[in-house]
């Protein structure tokens, strides 16, 4: 069996020399980012984790909810929660 190709790469050490470096190396970010902590809107602990494509999952509250492919929250999403909370505002 070959040995374990992880150096620089990350978690994209498993494709070898193939793909080339700038792909293995974007795999490895989306990655990275993808298992790192992320809070929960509900409770905001640092448990959530992806329970399939958009779907995301708190692992303490058991809330679910729709982000991104490969992080909770996107800079599409923060933009529309920023005007929600500005037209919430000028209503009060």
Do not use: N, Q
């Amino acid at each position: 069996m070959a040995p374990d190709r992880k150096g620089k790469v990350g978690s994209a050490g498993r494709y070898g020399t193939r793909y080339g470096r700038v792909a293995r190396k974007r795999v490895a970010d989306i990655e990275r980012t993808m298992h790192s902590d992320h809070g929960c809107p509900e409770c905001e602990e640092d448990r959530v984790s992806r329970a399939g494509t958009g779907i995301w999952e708190c692992d303490a509250c058991g809330h679910k909810f729709a982000g991104g492919s490969y992080r909770p929250d996107t800079p599409a999403g923060r933009t529309v929660e920023r005007s929600i909370r500005a037209a919430l505002a000028e209503d009060e």
